[in-house]
């Protein structure tokens, strides 16, 4: 019914007017009729007088009563929220393709979206739920995960995958991988995994771990699906369901990460996963001495 819908009241579109609300764009539109101009919700133009402010369901009727569009907001064009979501999309697909050799520079990266570097960082977090860096960082163990995967040799992988040292990739490889880069070769070959599964946004999630740390987070539809894929990743591995602990810090972990609602509608969902897995590691990495209780 129409007023269980959002901003149909007068006060609920003035009040959203007055916060600069981009929920609320798309939902209604407002002419200043002192400078015969119409808006977007969210627009950043100085407020107007309440007594000069007439709202409209679309944009036609504001055309058709002889307003022209805002110069700022663009009220015709995409909106503020579409146009955040396709800017991170696109800095996202650059960050994926970032050579493992080299670092990006953020700087850059924010200049090029016409941001500053802390509105592009808060903008960037506001709709994935992780930091630039944080999802470069899932790019980049990815990476790791396939070419050692493909490589002929593990020194090829460490190549390939952009570690200036061997010393630096051994240092942090055991974190990534959550046993050696030989045990993830061998299909997980003399190593125990426990896993624990449940629903999230997306569908469905499972986080797997050995006593090293997390091995891998998947995320599908189907739950028989991914515990598919965890037996073909680790084809050698003893696969043991999690205890009660560790099914329980999944659950904790997968709520923590589901996608924020400013970009849950907007970004791919290669996109959203890839800052879901992110999270959940972080939240897994946060109590490893419930990961640790499920070996002892």
Known sequence: MDDERPYVSEDERWRAVQERDSRADGAFYYVVRTTGRYSRPSCGTRPARRENVTFYDTAAQAREEGYRPCRRCQPDGPGLREWYA???????????????????????????????????????????????????????????RH?????????????????????????????????????????????????????CALGHALVAATDDGVCAVLVGQCPGDLREQLSRRFVHARLVGADEAFAALAVRAFGTADPPEQGRDLLPADILTAAFRQRVRQAIRAEPAVVSVCFA
């Open 86 to 144: 396709a800017t991170i999309t696109r800095i996202c697909r650059s960050l994926a393709e970032c050579d493992g050799c080299s670092s990006p520079n953020f700087d850059e990266l924010a200049r090029e979206a016409g941001l500053s570097r802390f509105h592009f960082q808060r903008m960037f977090k506001l709709y994935t739920g992780v930091t630039p860096h944080a999802y470069l960082t899932d790019a980049r163990e990815n990476r790791v």
């Open 147 to 199: 070419e050692l995967a493909v490589a002929p040799s593990i020194s090829e992988a460490i190549y390939r995958s952009g570690f200036r040292s061997n010393g630096h990739f051994y240092t942090v490889i055991r974190d990534i991988l959550g046993m050696t880069p030989s045990s993830f070769r061998s299909g997980g070959l003399g190593t125990v995994i426990r896993f624990a599964e449940a629903g």
